[in-house]
């Protein structure tokens, strides 16, 4: 599921502004939100192509990270 980078994570910390964080693809960019989902799951992240228009919205992700967790079990 390889999307020609760069990416870009947007998440809220509570500031103003969200924050973002560029990725080379988006294979890259889903393993961080994995990694750090314990943290980004309250921050409504979302994933966007380099014109930053909206891949895969908050609500998709969470429910990738459900179905990883079931998988797991």
């Given at each position: 599921?390889?999307t ?15 924050e ?12 961080a939100?994995?990694a ?38």
């Amino acid at each position: 599921m390889t999307t020609q980078g760069p990416v870009h994570l947007r998440w809220r910390t509570g500031s103003a502004a969200p924050e973002t964080e560029t990725f080379p693809d988006l294979d890259a960019a889903l393993d961080a939100v994995e990694a750090r989902w314990e943290t980004l799951q309250h921050q409504a992240p979302q994933i966007l192509d380099a014109r930053r228009i909206l891949l895969i919205s908050t609500e998709q992700l969470q429910a990738a990270m459900v179905e990883d967790d079931d998988a797991g079990s």
